[in-house]
């Protein structure tokens, strides 16, 4: 067996989050928007460019089915450079206030890695769910922050950086390494006390593309933790580097991505385009009603 005892302490499958009093329910596959608020995403990067097209980002996703809103102030592709806290606070700040009072239903998620912005974000307005692409690893104080703010986390593995992740990534088996990674990473997040934790096996944050394709094969491996788990395939490199097109020529290949990780266990697809994956989640949805 891959996972150690630690993940065994979750005996029944964890089918919802809270979210400030919120429960979102993962009984059926959900949808997270992805809203990036940096000059420099690796395909949306610069268009949210006034408060107007940002609601209207948001307006669009809300209408489309998005369950939950994810909000970044700071790049996460490879060799991205990095930024002070006070930017990405700087860029976070003003986009959260928007999208809560614009649309105060719709649970928030930010995409960060530092704790400390996490701590402000809270403070400005309220319960979210916190994002982390590092896992902990990039923030030695993290764990400790979600555990005292009481709110979600989603644990999402990384070798490396964002600056040097990509540079010649290495693994023996790909899902048994992520695998046991994860399972000392809840021990810890569960001691702590931190009740709600979606987990990513993080497609693309130091993985090269078989390594990608080889988690996307075997992704229900990662059902053993019984506990939500999200994926952002979303445009990515894996898609558009193989069929050698450009990012922004990928929307098909994220659907068919997105399709088999549905497949495979996905219970959150987190997604620049929603309309085509909640599509993706219908059809899904269908499927499993012809073998229920």
Not at 11 to 40: A, E, H
Not at 73 to 79: F, L
Not at 224 to 247: C, D, E, H, N, Y
Not at 256 to 272: E, Q, T
């Amino acid at each position: 067996m891959l996972i150690t005892q630690s993940a065994g302490r979750f005996l029944k499958r964890k089918n919802s989050i809270n979210v400030g009093g919120k429960l979102i329910d993962f009984s059926q596959p959900v949808v997270m928007g992805v809203i990036n608020v940096t000059p420099d995403s690796f395909y949306d990067g610069g268009k949210l460019t006034s408060k107007k097209v940002l609601i209207s980002a948001v307006e669009r996703m809300v209408n489309e089915g998005a369950a939950i809103i994810d909000v970044g102030g700071v790049s996460t592709r490879p060799d991205a450079p990095m930024i002070s806290t006070k930017i990405e606070l700087e860029r976070l700040l003003p986009a959260v206030h928007i999208i809560r009072k614009k649309f105060p239903d719709i649970p928030i998620s930010i995409d960060t890695f530092r704790s400390w912005v996490a701590v402000r974000i809270i403070e400005e307005i309220g319960p979210i769910i916190v994002n982390d692409i590092s896992g902990g690893t990039m923030d030695s104080k993290m764990f400790e922050t979600i555990a005292k703010m009481d709110v979600p986390y989603v644990l999402t593995h990384i070798q490396g950086t964002p600056q040097n992740m990509q540079d010649n990534p290495a693994y023996t088996d790909v899902v048994k390494e992520i695998s046991l990674w994860m399972s000392d990473r809840v021990k810890q997040l569960t001691k702590l006390g931190v009740k709600d934790i979606i987990l990513d096996p993080g497609f693309g944050f130091g993985k090269n593309i078989q390594h990608n394709y080889e988690l996307l094969n075997r992704l229900d491996s990662f059902k053993v933790f019984q506990l939500p788990l999200m994926v952002g395939l979303s445009r990515k490199t894996m898609i558009w580097k193989w069929l050698g097109i450009k990012a922004d020529e990928a929307l098909n290949g994220t659907t068919a991505v997105n399709s088999l990780a549905l497949l495979g266990g996905a219970d959150i697809l987190r997604v620049h385009d929603v309309r085509e994956a909640i599509e993706a989640v219908e059809i899904f949805k269908a499927l499993k009603l012809t073998v229920s």
